[in-house]
């Protein structure tokens, strides 16, 4: 998986990309996820990081991700290899 | 350390610029609780969905449009229209708060003498009266509301055999100036029937008129149009002064008015937009007040309002089923309350609003109910804060129709319950069973057996 490493993450959750000149709204966990996966971060590790962090389950982080993920292939934010 | 809570990442694209065809973020608290109880106490003892109705909420309703006809008009009566909301407890509200009761069946006649409705203060309406129910409504002294020829003619017909004079008004329709213009019911004013018909009943000499009545249409937004039906009506009380020497006495408005609801489509929410019952007042009253008729023989004012009575008492709880994404990438919602227990979906952009705490976020979601059916659809449309599976929600403004529109469809009808005004919660119908259902179906003798 490909992200664009010139997004501009912005902390209080708007995302730029410079390639497009399209901007983004995002939550908290949102924002995470995204840094987490610019940063390199496995899927495995983003999951476990969040499920240390929030008050949830495994079953509902992963789902989640990988609809997020979905969203992101969308908005053309990620491109799969 | 304590975790922090979850919400599930979202990601929304801003357009600048662009209107939002999702309408605004309509939701910034969650409703916790309704008149002090609380949503989830609710659901965990009566199931989800559940109704609810809020007693207070009818009686404070009522008695704000009631002042504001008393306070411009002398004689002013309500008729609970029970097609409306004819659960027993409802009418019993509003027959407590001193409404008669309207209705347009012999089914809803049943009802309204079962809730303790003297016959004379039944007004009976609708194009469908069968000949036993006119009997029965004659013989009670009912106010019958005549809708046709037809309908005249079998009342003149009962006249002679029951040897009684029946009570009649009769339905007036007209151009009041807006759109649709109702003209299915009753006798137009515009091309001489009603004058016509009113004749024929002052010549008969059988019958009693004592009323005139329109119904102008429904979700009336332009309330000046009860002025121009108010005139037109007056014109023909002082026509019938004038050729018969003969008092009107009363003019019937029916309903028609305006909830706080959103039509679907509109561009801004109704509450902002839908008339006050001050504004409706103002109109009918001076219709009447401004009219050629005398003083002294000022016609009672009949209303049968029942949307703009009951909708605000009303919601539906219920509970998130699951969130999907569509093939556009959009975002939807299943809950567990479709169209079958929300009939006005068809028509009204309802109000969704979580029972739990939300953040700001939200989300552009479709909403669509648990019916394995594509006309499903709660909201087409609806910029919601984030709910997950197994939140709860309430849907407010439903106390109209849906109580009596509903269908059993897939699922069963739930609970519905009311709080009275010291808070308490009574089960006014119970959810309904199998056994329920099955009690009305019976299976032929060969079937019995299926192998």
Redesign the interface.
Known sequence: MNINKNLAISENGF?FDPNTG?????????V???SYLKSNMSKDKIVKT?LK????DEI??EK??L??L???R??RLIENE | MK????????????NTGMPNKFGMKTEYLPITHIDEVSVKEIIEKHGSPVYVLSEKNIRATYRKAKKSFTTRYPKVQFAWSYKTNYLNAVCRVFHQEGSWAEVVSGFEYNKAIANGISGDHIIFNGPDKSVSYLTTAINNGSLIHIDNYDELYTIIDLTEKLEKTPKVAIRVNMDTGIFPQWSRFGFNYDNGEAWDALNRILINGNLELVGLHAHIGTYILTATAYTVAGTKLADLATRVKEKYNYVIQYIDFGGGFASKNTLIGAYLPGTDTCPTFDDYAEAITSSIINSNIKPEDFPTIILESGRALIDDAGYILGTVLANK?LAD?SRSMVINVGVNLLFTSFWYEHKITPAQKF?P?TEHTSVYGPLCMNIDVIRKSADLP?M?KGDNFVISRVGAYNMTQWMQFITLRPRIVMIDPGGKVHVIREAETNKDFDLFEKIPDYLTKIN
């Open positions: 995302v399209e901007s983004f709204s995002l939550n908290p966990v949102g995470e996820i995204l969040l962090k929030y008050d949830t509902t982080i989640n991700y609809e997020f979905t969203m992101l969308e908005y | 975790k922090l809570a979850y919400e599930r990442p979202i990601i929304n694209k801003l994404r990438g953040s976020y984030i997950k």
